[in-house]
């Protein structure tokens, strides 16, 4: 028997090989995080009503649960927001998947959720507009670290060379249209706080 069903917002992070008559995708929702859901394809030609669920896209769905309880049938889907901009430059596309890989891999404490939601809709709409997705992904790791509590200004900033401290600052602070620093130095800040991530907590980087 199906499970209850459940209505939701969520974020599409990831898109699983398809099968003849059903695709699959991970999404994330501001109550109940990381979800696996399955949304069957038309047999024919698809009605107006019918949403081809895409990655990045923000719906709003309509799921039942599958009698395993570890996955849920999209009954109804509808588009809040297209990301479609992500998709028209090949860096924004990955440094967007790269974002969302990571959050399937790190969906937070439950009281998290709602958050890392919010910083979705931040991240997956500067990732359609802005001309510097690697900046964007810098910041959101940044500030998923720190929601989470790990005390990134408290040791991983003291522990910057010098010279990186005052535009560590910069990226994390500024507004994006007013970002001006190097491909090169946005790289090396980024490898510096993965390091970090890597060595003094438990979230997943791979």
């Known amino acids: 028997m199906p499970g209850p069903p459940l209505t939701t917002e969520a974020f599409v992070l990831r898109h699983w090989p398809p099968t003849d008559t059903f695709q699959s995708f991970t ?80 969906p937070g404490a439950d009281e998290s959720h709602g958050t890392i939601h919010a910083l979705l809709r931040t991240a997956f709409t500067a990732f359609a507009a802005s001309d510097r997705p690697d900046i964007v992904y810098l910041k959101s790791l940044y500030c998923f670290a720190r929601d989470e509590g790990h005390p990134l200004k408290q040791q991983w900033f003291p522990a910057l060379p010098e010279a990186d401290r005052p535009l560590a600052i910069a990226l994390i602070n500024q507004p994006l249209a007013t970002q001006t620093a190097a491909p090169a130095d946005v790289a090396r800040l980024l490898h510096r706080l993965e390091d970090y991530l890597r060595q003094h907590t438990e979230i997943h980087l791979d």
């Open 27 to 106: 999404v994330f929702t501001p109550e109940h995080g990381a979800l696996r859901i399955i949304q069957r394809l038309p047999a024919k030609k698809p009605s107006a009503a019918h949403l081809a669920i895409d990655l990045f896209d923000e719906v709003n769905l309509l799921l039942e649960g599958t009698p395993s309880g570890d996955a849920w049938f999209v009954k109804e889907a509808t588009l809040i927001t297209r990301h479609a901009g992500i998709g028209r430059r090949y860096e924004s596309l990955l440094n967007a998947s790269s974002l969302a890989s990571f959050i399937a891999r790190n």
